[in-house]
């Protein structure tokens, strides 16, 4: 048997399967770069390969120089897995420790190559230094949860195991690889020693799947309470949801009763029912009006949203003249704006239609949210600023109603919220009324009606809000 051939013939095979299972660790690497071990890891097939492409463990050298350079890649390769391992378990890396280690190796090597050792002996300060990361390294893995790693960590630990019995066996031999006796056994000793260092290549990457899965597992337990923990914070936020609902809509109607009686008892006065009142007494009267007024209003509004929300909200839907409505509801706008004032303007383009105008809406509920466009048209625009009310046909399928004002507009990053309850666009001035829920309430009330609402904005220009009103289907039937 030629021993060189069948050594260079293993390191051949070898090299190959170091490349493989390097670009397999690489590969597992980019797709789990939180885990740091796996980096470290792949320098031990990457060594190996240059160890094996070097052929240091053959028994004749043209250079003897690079028998040591190979004898370095044995122990850079089982240091980086120690290393990994390490890392992997969580143990901290003995960074000095390892550098003084491994500069004792070199300078050994040097020594070595000063006195021309033989084959047997640089075998001997290999094993010597090697012995150390690879026992290291079973240590290591030795202290990994056996219910997340059981199996793989003990695959891993064999064959490093079985590693240092194949330097047993050189041990017994007394390192005589040149001695024809043992010919066969050396070639098979390092057959096996190449097949170690393929399967504990496999045992790190089995390993990494390990990990990969057992953070997997945390993870869905992790989603699991959280999901848990969610679905109680939302069965909790329902319940106090509907609370809220319910206390909103008892003390609503608990406090409207007395309050409209205190508004009829201001009203008569104010009409001079029960006598003749002073200047300061009509003042006081006017203010007791208007504030149970706002009051009542913001009451209803909230009894709206209360609705809105429990899905309880009443729309009673009818054939309308849309004109018929427009002209209904023009003067209570006007109220809103100011008998006096000359603000309003008015522009009605159906009135020129050929057919009569029809919609199928609530008729309550459509005046409900042009007052409430109205009404933010005055509060947020100055006094001698204009407010334009206009009614068109807008496409083929709908009407739009606009009403558009030139006060201080809609900052746009307030504009995503605008429809929101309890949203005033950012305004944060106490001495316009309201609590920012009429545009909620308006947006719910025409979504019912299967029209849409809309706005357009400009900082210190002004706003339009718009509401789309479907046209009578009835209306667009073939007649004949």
């Known amino acids: ?26 590969i597992f690497w980019r797709q789990n770069r939180d885990i740091d071990a796996i980096i ?12 094996a492409l070097i052929g ?3 028994i004749e050298y043209d250079l003897e120089f690079i028998v040591y350079i190979g004898n370095v890649s044995i122990l850079l390769s089982d240091t980086s897995l120690m290393v990994g391992c390490l890392k992997f378990t969580e143990n901290k890396t003995p960074w000095k420790i390892i550098s003084v280690y491994m500069s004792a190796f070199i300078i050994l090597c040097v020594y070595q190559h000063g006195i021309n ?14 012995i150390i990361p690879i026992i290291a390294s079973i240590y ?15 695959f891993t630990i064999f064959w490093l195991a079985f590693g240092v019995g194949i330097f047993v066996f050189w041990v017994l031999i007394d390192f005589e690889f040149n ?4 010919d066969t056994n050396v070639v098979l000793s390092l057959a096996l020693a190449y097949l170690s260092h393929i399967f504990i290549t496999v045992g790190l990457i089995i390993l990494t799947i390990a990990a990969r899965r057992s953070r997997l597992m945390i993870d869905i337990t992790i989603n699991k309470a959280l999901e848990h923990d969610l679905e109680q914070t939302l069965e909790e936020a329902q319940i106090a949801n509907e609370e809220k609902n319910q206390f909103l809509t008892n003390m609503s109607h608990e406090l409207r009763t007395p309050l409209n009686t205190i508004i009829g008892y201001a009203e008569s006065l104010k009409l001079g029912f029960y006598g003749d009142l002073n200047d300061r007494q009509k003042e006081y009267i006017e203010n ?7 009051l009542l209003k913001l009451i209803t509004d909230l009894l709206d949203l209360s609705d809105v929300e429990e899905g309880k909200i009443e729309i009673m839907l009818e054939e309308v003249n849309l004109t018929r409505l427009f002209d209904k509801t023009l003067p209570l706008l006007k109220e809103i704006v100011g008998k006096k004032s000359n603000r309003l303007k008015v522009i009605n383009s159906i009135s020129e239609l050929e057919e009569p105008p029809t919609i199928q809406v609530d008729q309550i509920r459509t005046k409900q949210i042009l007052i409430n466009f109205m009404s933010n048209a005055v509060k947020y625009s100055e006094q001698d ?9 807008h496409d083929d399928a709908h009407y739009r109603i606009s009403i558009t004002d030139k006060g201080r507009g809609i900052d746009k990053d307030q504009r995503d919220n605008i429809f929101k309850p309890f949203n005033r666009a950012g305004i944060t001035d106490k001495n316009i009324e309201g609590i920012g829920v009429g545009l909620s309430i308006a947006k719910s009330l025409i979504e019912e009606m299967h029209g849409s609402i809309g706005f357009k904005s400009k900082v210190g220009k002004g706003s339009s809000f718009w509401i789309d009103i479907p046209k009578s289907k009835q209306r667009q039937l073939p007649i004949g």
Do not use: H
Not at 288 to 294: N, T
């Open 179 to 182: 001695n024809p006796r043992y």
């Open 1 to 26: 048997m030629n021993l060189l051939i069948d050594i260079a013939t293993l390191n051949s095979v070898s090299a190959t399967f170091y490349f493989i299972l390097l670009v397999l660790l690489l």
């Open 385 to 393: 600023t204009p407010i334009t009310l206009e009614v068109s046909e």
């Open 56 to 58: 240091s463990d053959a």
């Open 117 to 130: 050792a033989d084959l047997a002996l640089r075998t001997k300060g290999i094993i010597i230094f090697d």
């Open 40 to 51: 470290w890891w792949c320098g031990f097939p990457f060594f190996r390969l240059i160890n």
């Open 140 to 154: 290591a893995l030795s202290q990994l949860d056996n219910r997340n790693f059981a199996i793989e960590k003990m």
């Open 288 to 294: 007791i009006y208007s504030g149970g007024e706002l």
